[in-house]
């Protein structure tokens, strides 16, 4: 039986750049449309907005900031670490969507794979990304705790919910 989970992610490095989108595209193969993600090496990013995107991989990748590094002087740009800010949750399985819709106003069923977005949850601004068998909420660091209470509230009124399992 398959069950729902909420599973706490392994800390992360993470990074907002921010900039001229078609400047950096020139150099970098950035997603340009808000809410699309891709891969950059070992980078998942997603485009939060038209100057705006969040960089997330499991280590360092020092090819990447080599790369950023080397380009602001013809390409103005901000990358700031934001890696001490945020944690990650998972919530997979098939009841994923009611327990994020527990707290989310977004209409869930509209959000394809591989689609990243910033959205409210539980009162909580989160950036929610689309994975292909649930959801991965970032949130700053000093609101998880509350969020997860939320989140793991809503997996109890969803019927899915495992002692110790979450």
């Given at each position: 039986?398959?069950?729902?989970?909420?599973?706490?992610?392994?800390?992360?490095?993470?990074h907002?750049?921010?900039?001229?989108?078609?400047?950096?595209?020139k150099?970098?193969?950035l997603p340009?449309?808000?809410?699309?993600?891709?891969?950059?090496?070992?980078?998942?990013?997603?485009?939060?907005?038209?100057?705006?995107?969040?960089?997330?991989?499991?280590?360092?990748?020092q090819?990447?900031?080599?790369?950023?590094?080397s380009l602001?002087?013809?390409?103005?740009?901000?990358?700031?670490?934001?890696?001490d800010?945020?944690?990650?949750?998972?919530i997979?399985?098939?009841?994923?969507?009611?327990?994020l819709?527990?707290?989310?106003?977004?209409?869930?069923?509209?959000?394809?794979?591989?689609?990243?977005?910033?959205?409210?949850?539980?009162?909580?601004?989160?950036?929610?990304?689309?994975?292909?068998?649930?959801?991965?909420?970032?949130?700053?660091?000093?609101?998880?705790?509350?969020?997860?209470?939320?989140?793991?509230?809503?997996?109890?009124?969803?019927?899915?919910?495992?002692?110790?399992?979450?």
């Open positions: 039986m398959m069950c729902t989970t909420i599973k706490d992610i392994p800390e992360s490095t993470r907002v750049l921010r900039g001229q989108g078609k400047e950096l595209a150099h970098l193969e340009l449309r808000v809410g699309q993600v891709t891969w950059l090496g070992k980078a998942r990013i997603a485009c939060l907005g038209p100057d705006e995107w969040m960089l997330v991989s499991e280590q360092p990748d090819l990447l900031l080599d790369q950023m590094a602001y002087a013809e390409t103005p740009h901000a990358l700031a670490d934001v890696s800010r945020e944690l990650s949750l998972r997979s399985g098939p009841a994923a969507a009611d327990v819709a527990s707290g989310c106003p977004r209409d869930l069923r509209g959000i394809d794979s591989d689609q990243a977005m910033r959205t409210i949850c539980h009162g909580v601004e989160i950036i929610l990304w689309r994975e292909e068998d649930g959801f991965c909420v970032d949130a700053w660091r000093s609101f998880m705790p509350h969020l997860k209470r939320q989140l793991q509230s809503g997996l109890r009124d969803a019927g899915s919910f495992v002692p110790g399992g979450s």
